[in-house]
């Protein structure tokens, strides 16, 4: 557990939830309700563009493309486990 700041009182933000957890779920709400401009612009500083049929679409299509064109196939994961533990 993470001692919390002497000087505000409050704990620090775990690593994991700092640097993966809260980009996921910034994602994610521009994805469920943002208007379409709003989510084009952030998601092509992110290097992800997007047509205007799947910014057009609902939150769950939507989201699996942004998902796909940002992190990859789902096998990307498997495949840097076997290249590189033994």
């Known amino acids: 557990e993470c001692a919390p700041d002497p000087v505000t009182g409050l704990s620090p933000k775990r690593t994991f939830v700092q640097f993966v957890l809260e980009p996921l779920y910034k994602m994610y ?7 379409e401009k709003d989510v084009e612009k952030a998601f092509r500083s992110l290097g992800v563009l997007l047509g205007k049929e799947h910014l057009r679409s609902s939150a769950r299509p939507l989201m699996r493309v942004v998902f796909r064109k ?5 096998t990307g994961f498997v495949d840097t486990i076997v290249q590189h533990v033994p």
């Open 70 to 74: 940002y992190f990859g196939t789902s």
């Open 29 to 35: 709400t521009l994805c469920l309700g943002e208007p």
